[in-house]
């Protein structure tokens, strides 16, 4: 809706391409149009309030997932910030929105026990890095995370759906175990992903994430903002930790592998590990711009210090995530496994516009507006020529009536 409003307010200025922009002298009338194309790009990218979405999405088939929330349904926001980046420049706005939605999406993850589940969020996760990029004014990094990401996330998902098939539709992690002696290639290919995800050097994420990071420590951001982004990618690698560690090596209630089968999909995902090895580096060598980044001592020893808070958050806090057979979910982790409670706001705030939609659709569009427009004019003069048609014919029956009734007088007579 915001896209089509848009559209429409900027065909008021001439046309619907980019040259007509700069016949807008009036910012009140670009400051409309920029607001319209940001609403229409967090909605598009899930970010928040609008994240409850994304997660809700895993119910389609695993392969459908691997296309939409990697590389297509949710870059298609990301895609119209860049190609508006000469109206949005430095928005702090989609700062604060990224930072948010990294933030809410991160902590959820750590306490989600359904495996699409928790890629999703991952998903939710790495499009708030890039909106918060985009925020910083770097669009050609954005870009560049946008194509990383694709990649290792796609692989992620068709690794994840070969999982479920081979434990009879299976999502839930606390069933899950010991898959890297079942399946031993797509879990070795899930692994190399997950450490791809985390910014493991030399893999493709390492490439964007590290000089996203880097540059956001060297830029002009404030001391609560550079915790909360560390504390988020804290969050990264913790969630992929847990879920590593549940569905490789131990878990809850365990069941067996009810079908073992990783043959029919392993050639497209040999080509998806092969970029997720080697795309980053070649992108960034030969199509981003050159970035010289100088870091102080601190920064370069706080990835050791955000190692050791990682094992001591998991072991401490992280664990009691996994609910066991019979349990109930506490508070705590009801909260977070439901993005804060976001689908309750989707629930109440959003669906009954919907519903209104609806009814106006129903006793408007295809009620009275129909029967008062063209095809109610049209109803009634079908009626009319129906009517019409039986008057016609029913004279034709008294005609015919007359005429024998008078010849049986004049028969009669004579």
């Known amino acids: 809706m915001a896209i089509l409003l848009s559209i429409a307010w900027l065909f008021n200025f001439g046309g619907w391409n980019f040259f007509y922009l700069q016949f807008i002298m009036n910012k009140e009338d670009l400051f409309y149009l920029v607001v319209l194309m940001v609403l229409a790009a967090i909605t598009k990218r899930a970010q928040i309030p609008f994240s409850a979405w994304l997660p809700a999405a895993i119910a389609a088939p695993t392969p459908v997932s691997s296309l939409v929330h990697s590389s297509t349904l949710v870059t298609a926001g990301v895609y119209l910030l860049i190609r508006f980046r000469f109206l949005i420049y430095i928005n702090r706005f989609l700062l604060y929105i990224g930072v948010l939605t990294i933030l809410i999406a991160g902590a959820s993850a750590n306490f989600e026990c359904d495996l699409k589940k928790i890629i999703a969020l991952s998903t939710l996760r790495q499009l708030g890095l890039i909106v918060i990029v985009i925020g910083l004014g770097l669009r050609d990094l954005s870009f560049f995370h946008l194509i990383t990401h694709a990649i290792f996330k796609s692989l ?24 890297i002696k079942g399946l031993p290639v797509s879990s070795f290919y899930f692994i190399i992903c997950s450490i791809a995800l985390c910014g493991f050097p030399f893999l493709s994420g390492f490439y964007s994430k590290d000089l996203i990071l880097e540059l956001f420590m060297i830029g002009r951001i404030n001391l609560g903002f550079w915790l909360l982004v560390c504390i ?67 920064f370069k020893l706080f990835i050791l210090i955000s190692l050791a808070a990682v094992l001591v958050i998991y072991f401490q806090v992280i664990k009691v995530a996994v609910v066991k057979e019979g349990e109930a979910a506490g508070k705590p982790v009801e909260f977070f496994s439901s993005i804060w409670f976001l689908p309750y706001l989707t629930r109440f705030v959003f669906f009954p516009l919907l519903s209104t939609g609806s009814l106006l ?25 129906v009517f019409s048609s039986v008057f016609n014919f029913v004279g034709l029956k008294f005609y015919l009536l007359r005429f024998f009734f008078v010849l049986f007088i004049f028969w009669f007579l004579v």
């Open 156 to 179: 992620l998902f068709l690794c994840a759906g070969v999982f479920i098939h081979s434990y009879g539709e299976i999502q839930d992690i606390r069933f899950i175990s010991s898959l």
């Open 232 to 298: 988020a990618t804290i969050f990264t690698l913790s969630y992929s930790i847990r879920l590593s560690w549940l569905i490789f090596m131990g878990g809850g209630a365990k069941k067996n592998l009810l079908l073992i089968e990783e043959e029919g999909i392993i050639i497209p995902m040999r080509f998806l590990l092969a970029l997720s090895l080697y795309a980053g580096c070649w992108i960034s060598l030969f199509l981003t711009p050159l970035y010289i980044v100088f870091l102080p001592s601190f």
């Open 361 to 385: 659709l129903k006793y408007l569009d295809q009620g009275w507006t129909e029967k008062l427009s063209g095809r109610g004019r049209l109803g009634l003069i079908n009626r009319g020529v």
